[in-house]
């Protein structure tokens, strides 16, 4: 079956732009999170969903991040006046529930220049 | 921080059993242990997880010891497609996100 998908695949943008990065989860799961990934190092956790509400975003670094879920399925991560520090891969992973292992997407790789 | 701790790299050869440790010592009762690999530029790839108990699927075998302060990944016939950087997690049910440190590269050899 689909997997998570991740769009666009890479995104490259200048310093002070706003971008937006969309999620597809997998169909009928209720959880969604959104990790960051730099170079060598491992995912850091981000945000979660449950349904339509964001249940923890304790890793946001700051108020330019945002994410939203509005339907419980599409989420969309957006970040303003983006910076040099924030280009990184960003993963969107999802579950069944919230206690199942989490499938994640491929990826968008943000560059800002 | 990461709960876990694991070797940086380790090599296998090919067609071996390739067996990658994890360090959880202060694992709680109620928190499992996951394993996921991520290739090259891909997203991780769920593994296989435990609580207490060894677990085994078509990919692998999770061994935990009885005090759960370490497990150990068991891929039994190792291929070149199995190089990729393994992530032990533990994982809280009441936080629900993972906690990735920065796992252990694996390389497969010919």
């Known amino acids: ?113 | 921080d990461a709960k876990t701790t694991q070797p940086p790299s380790m090599d296998c050869a090919e067609g071996r059993a390739a067996n990658l440790p994890c360090n959880h010592s202060t694992i709680s009762g109620n928190e499992y242990v996951y394993w996921y690999r991520q290739i090259h530029s891909q997203g991780p790839q769920y593994i296989i997880h435990g609580l207490k108990n060894n677990e085994t699927n078509e990919m692998a075998s999770l061994i935990i010891t009885e005090d759960r302060k370490s497990s150990t990944l068991i891929l039994p016939h190792a291929t070149l497609r199995d190089t990729a950087v393994y992530y032990c997690i533990v994982f809280t049910s009441g936080t629900y996100k993972y906690i990735f440190g920065t796992g252990t590269r694996l390389k497969v050899l010919a």
């Open chain 1, 1 to 113: 079956g689909a997997g998570v998908s991740q769009t666009p695949s890479n995104k490259v943008t200048e310093k002070g732009k706003y971008v937006e990065l969309r999620c597809d989860p997998i169909s009928g799961h209720t959880a969604l999170y959104w990790y960051r990934q730099s170079l060598g190092q491992g995912p850091e956790f981000l945000i979660y969903f449950q349904g339509t509400g964001a249940a923890d975003d304790s890793g946001l670094p700051n108020d330019r991040f945002f994410a939203v879920r509005p339907e419980g399925s599409v989420s969309t991560l957006k970040i303003q006046r983006t910076e040099r520090g924030d280009s990184a891969v960003y993963l969107c992973a999802s579950s069944l529930t919230r206690d199942n292992e989490q499938f994640f997407g491929p990826g968008t790789r943000l560059t800002v220049l």
